[in-house]
């Protein structure tokens, strides 16, 4: 069966909330782990200079090492020309579109894409058609 968005769609409950896009740190070294980062402009920089939108600051980060890119509700993470590259759910890449729940690593720090409730949470609703009892089933 092909998903299409005419379909009606079911929001299931998150306690994310609305706002920006957020990169949680899932591994990184001392304090960061548990941090949550806003991917809030249309182009947001991460990397180990200071003046990064988002400054992750160890010796396996680039000063420019990537870059997050917002088109609408689309999100788009594009390397930067980095030495250590930019990897997307352990694989590397050099653009690549984003969704709610990819795995981000730079250098040493893995982060999750998360996405806000309402653009994330809602799914087309697919329902089976119920077989009735005693009707004929069709096939060979």
């Not at 396996?60 to 999100?75: L, N, Y």
């Amino acid at each position: 069966m092909k998903l299409t968005d005419d379909l009606p769609r079911t929001c299931l409950p998150d306690d994310r909330g609305g706002g920006a896009p957020q990169l949680v740190v899932t591994r990184g070294p001392g304090p960061a782990k548990g941090a949550s980062l806003a991917v809030d402009r249309d182009i947001t920089v991460l990397g180990s200079h200071p003046r990064s939108e988002i400054v992750l600051g160890h010796g396996t980060v680039s000063r420019r090492h990537a870059e997050i890119r917002r088109d609408d509700a689309t999100f788009t993470l594009c390397d930067a020309g980095s030495l250590n590259g930019t990897y997307l759910n352990r694989q590397p890449v050099d653009c690549a579109g984003l969704v709610d729940g990819d795995e981000v690593q730079i250098g040493v720090f893995r982060m999750l894409f998360r996405l806000p409730a309402a653009s994330s949470m809602c799914r087309p609703t697919v329902t089976a058609t119920p077989k009735i009892a005693g009707t004929p089933s069709a096939g060979p």
